[in-house]
């Protein structure tokens, strides 16, 4: 389903912030008594179990095994499956489909599967609400991690899928969903600890450094950490220049 593999206990113990700001999603969801809802790339199961604390009959899904298995051991009471957002279908068709900073982990050229995914998946009516990076996303961190690449000769694939709201409303036109509300905003996102950028490129960048030596690999990550320090580190803490894209389509009605 996406570009990485999770380390799903450093994961929750570490980087609990994404869950802790997807709370905002919630208010996006027309809720009514004894709705059925899925969220898409669940990951350690934080929100979902927030989801059915609100009355919501949830299943959480997720490509990554490791992430199922920590939310299947913290919340035993949840059916969580593991799946492909790219390729998945339900026999019972939900009221919503929720997820939280996913989305971007998904090439653009997958993009129209899982939409398409999320339509089947969907009762005529239903709601679709999400969060992912928007355009220019963690702008800062990526272009001093391309400079110090290049300065080595070497290439940083760039592993992320980071839309404007005008390129992905099309895409959710296209799949049959009807846009309701869209928001895109900055979010600059507090870092824990006082090595919070060099944890953060670990657990996010990981695919540009595959080939790479470690030797090579420790050299980079501390350049770049220097060389942002004065951009995003103040008063002891460090900091993510974030951007978001959260919206919310409707499924009138099948096709």
Request: proline letters at 3%; a negative charge; one cysteine or more.
């Amino acid at each position: 389903m996406s570009n990485i593999q999770w380390d799903a206990n450093n994961y929750s113990k570490n980087f609990s912030y994404v869950a802790d700001y997807g709370q905002a999603l919630f208010d996006l969801i027309d809720q009514k008594k004894g709705m059925s809802c899925l969220d898409l790339g669940c990951g350690n199961g934080r929100l979902t179990v927030q989801l059915k604390q609100r009355g919501f009959d949830v299943i959480g899904m997720d490509d990554s095994q490791s992430q199922i298995e920590k939310a299947q051991e913290d919340y035993p009471g949840i059916p969580f499956i593991k799946g492909n957002a790219c390729d998945f279908s339900f026999e019972k068709r939900v009221d919503v489909v929720f997820s939280n900073a996913v989305f971007h982990w998904i090439n653009k050229e997958h993009q129209q599967d899982m939409l398409q995914c999320v339509y089947r998946a969907l009762k005529p009516g239903g709601q679709f609400v999400f969060e992912m990076g928007g355009k220019g996303n963690n702008a800062l961190i990526h272009e001093s991690l391309k400079r110090s690449f290049e300065k080595r000769g070497l290439t940083y694939h760039f592993p992320f899928y980071f839309p404007s709201i005008g390129e992905y409303a099309p895409l959710l036109e296209k799949a049959g969903l009807t846009v309701q509300a869209a928001f895109f905003f900055d979010r600059q996102t507090k870092l824990d600890g006082d090595d919070g950028l060099e944890q953060w490129i670990r657990m996010f960048v990981k695919k540009p450094f595959e080939g790479i030596d470690d030797k090579e690999t420790e050299a980079i990550i501390h350049e770049v950490v220097e060389d942002l320090r004065p951009k995003l580190y103040e008063n002891g803490i460090w900091y993510a220049d974030y951007v978001r894209l959260r919206m919310k389509a409707i499924k009138k009605e099948d096709h």
